[in-house]
Every structure is written in structure tokens, then in C-alpha cells.
């Protein structure tokens, strides 16, 4: 009844032979057609940026969408657009560096390369799904910078904001100075590497308690100016502590008294972090009172929280449900990464945070 299989196929060159099958008998369009009327199952493959080549990865993704859209075409109809992207490899092609020098170029001019570069290597995506079996509408697909494209997400965003789903607030995410754009995470890890890096224990002046003050830690000083508020564990066990030959208390955690504050340093009292919440705190720098109005400074953490800077020093802002003001959430730098002249001395205006 079958066929026995020859020990020594080229499986190579059967696959080939299957592809053509494939393609000179319409199969993938003729599976369509026998499923019409049938619930339809629309997939939306993206988005693969054509002015790449695709790598492995990208063959790995298509195997694994492949076995959904499979299953899917057996128990109903369906179909799959495919999708092109422009990207920004344009930048180095035309001898670009940033978003000072792209601007100088002119951005109208720059988006239409862009639009010319996304089709580069089409030709290359379109053979790597048909390489590996991957049924796409190559003939029709949807194109992120068609204008229809665009539309249909302003479209989205309106009926949003009809159901009133649609409200403005804050995100903090990885940012490049020197592009001026935000950064995705898998941009961020191409150029992850361990380094090492300063930190400091910073002295915040309790308010309502003589020569008393918060001890906090910090891994980014040059957030300092852009502190809104401390951070401490609810449930961790705090201790006001003095150092010997010091008249000054410090309020950090118990656990590290010793290695801060020296062996000899002594211990006057005991408290739970719960203890220190909404407990206020004199500003680091004089400009920083002025900015904040009627910005209220408490306790979260005894470790120094820095407004927009990362999102982990952002969210203890809105513990409770409480949102910070809006002067609390000012960040004490410009896009390209130099300090703003009004939080901090003259001298540091435009110096680079790193």
C-alpha cells in the first residue's frame, strides 16, 4: 500500500520537491477555499522588520505560529496576513549619528529612505517562510506605515477613548539620550554588561525630631536632585542608631547598623518600617522646596526613590493608591541625558548624568 522509504533520501531535496508541489498546485489557497463559509480564524504575523535579514529565531517563531495556524485550518477557515515594518538602519546608510544630526537632516526626507529600506530584504522573508512550510499572504499584507495602517490605529485609540478607557499618566522606560527615543528591552540587552558602579548613603533630616536623620541608599547619586520620597520594608525591623563620636541619630535598618555605622555604634530604639510610614522629611537641596509647591515627602523605604527614574523608584509613588503630584514626577535631566540648570548648581547645567 506504501511506498518504501529509500534509506539513503536526500530529505533535502525531497522537501524542495514538496515546496514546488505546493506552490505549482496552489495548495495553500486551495486549503482556504475548502474551508469557506467555515468561522474564520484571523492571524496577524508580526512585525518582522524587512530591512533585516531574518535569523534563526525568526525561523524558530514561524515553526511555532506555523503549528497553531495548522490546527486551525483543520477544524475552521482561516487566514493569515504577514507584515512589514520600516526600520531604522537608515541611520547608518546615510552617516547619521542621533537625533540632533537626523533633524538636521530633515525628518520628511529621512522617513521616505526609511520607507524605501523597509523592502530591502523582502525577498529574503518571503523565501524563509516558504523554505520552512509557512503558509502567509505575501500578496496582500498590512504595512505599518500605510496610511490605512495608521488610520485604523487612530480609529482604535478613539473608540478607547469613547468607552472612556483612555486616561493620561506616567510610565517610566528605558530611554537613549543620544537617539531621544525610548528603548524596547530587547534594545536594552543588545548592549547589556555588568559594571561597576558608586553608591552612596545619603543623610535625609527627619522633620519633628532633633538632629535625627533617615540614612538611605542609592545606587544612581545623580538622581539625587530628582528625589521625591523614601522607601522602607513595612514589615522590616528598623533602629535609631548613633555612631561613636557622632551626636547625630541615623534611623536605618537594624541588620546593617554594624557594617554602616561601625561595631561601636549604639542602639536606641527599635521600630517596624510600618512605624516610619508618612513620617516627613527635610529636601536634599533649597530649589528643590520651591519646585515642589505643596509636595508632601514621606517615608516609604530607606532607600532613595527618584521620581521618573526607572520604574521601580516610580511606583512606590502610587502605593496606597496615592499618585504623586505632579512636581514630585519632575526628572532632574534633559532628553539628551545633561542636568537641567534649575535642580542643581549652574556648573552642572548640561553635564552628562553619566
Known amino acids: 500500500m506504501y511506498k518504501k522509504v529509500n534509506a539513503s533520501l536526500d530529505f533535502t531535496a525531497r522537501e524542495t520537491e514538496t515546496l514546488e508541489f505546493w506552490k505549482t498546485a496552489n495548495i495553500s489557497k486551495k486549503s482556504r477555499e475548502l474551508r469557506s463559509g467555515q468561522t474564520p480564524f484571523t ?29 486551525k485550518t483543520i477544524r475552521t477557515e482561516f487566514s493569515i496576513k504577514a507584515l512589514t515594518d520600516a526600520g531604522m538602519e537608515v541611520e547608518k546608510l546615510l552617516g547619521l549619528d542621533g537625533k540632533e544630526q537626523i533633524e538636521g537632516y530633515g525628518v520628511e526626507p529621512f522617513i521616505a529612505k526609511c520607507k524605501e529600506s523597509v523592502w530591502k530584504y523582502v525577498g529574503d522573508w518571503e523565501s ?45 522606560v528605558p530611554y537613549c539620550p543620544r537617539c531621544g527615543t525610548a528603548l524596547s528591552s530587547h534594545e536594552v540587552a543588545q548592549g547589556y554588561k555588568l559594571v561597576t558602579d558608586d553608591t552612596v548613603s545619603v543623610a535625609f533630616k527627619a522633620k519633628g525630631f532633633d538632629n535625627t536623620y533617615f540614612l538611605a541608599w542609592t545606587t544612581t547619586p545623580w538622581t539625587l536632585p530628582s528625589n521625591t520620597l523614601l522607601c522602607v520594608n513595612a514589615k522590616e525591623l528598623y ?6 563620636g557622632d551626636e547625630r541619630v541615623f534611623i536605618l535598618a537594624k541588620a546593617l547598623v554594624s557594617s554602616v555605622l561601625g561595631e561601636n555604634a549604639k542602639i536606641l530604639e527599635e521600630m517596624k518600617g510600618e512605624a516610619l510610614l508618612d513620617v516627613e522629611y527635610e529636601p536634599l537641596f533649597p530649589f528643590q522646596e520651591a519646585l515642589a509647591g505643596k509636595m508632601v515627602r514621606r517615608i516609604r523605604s530607606l532607600c532613595n526613590a527618584r521620581g521618573r527614574h526607572g520604574h521601580r523608584a ?27 540648570g534649575q535642580y542643581g548648581e549652574r556648573d552642572a547645567m548640561g553635564r552628562r548624568v553619566r
Open 239 to 244: 533602629a535609631k542608631a548613633q555612631r561613636e
Open 128 to 172: 524563509m517562510s516558504d523554505r520552512v512550510g509557512f503558509w502567509a499572504d505575501m500578496e496582500d499584507p498590512y504595512v505599518t506605515y500605510h496610511n490605512d495602517y495608521i488610520e485604523s490605529i487612530w480609529w482604535s485609540i478613539k473608540r478607547i477613548h469613547e468607552q472612556g478607557l483612555l486616561y493620561k499618566g506616567h510610565k517610566t
Open 43 to 71: 492571524f496577524y504575523d508580526g512585525p518582522p522588520t524587512a530591512n533585516g535579514k531574518p535569523h534563526i529565531g525568526h525561523v524558530l517563531s514561524r515553526c511555532y505560529k506555523d503549528i497553531i495556524l495548522r490546527y
Open 314 to 340: 516610580y511606583r512606590p509613588g502610587l502605593w496606597r493608591g496615592r499618585r504623586p503630584h505632579r512636581a514630585e514626577i519632575r526628572p532632574a535631566v534633559f532628553p539628551d541625558g545633561g542636568f537641567q
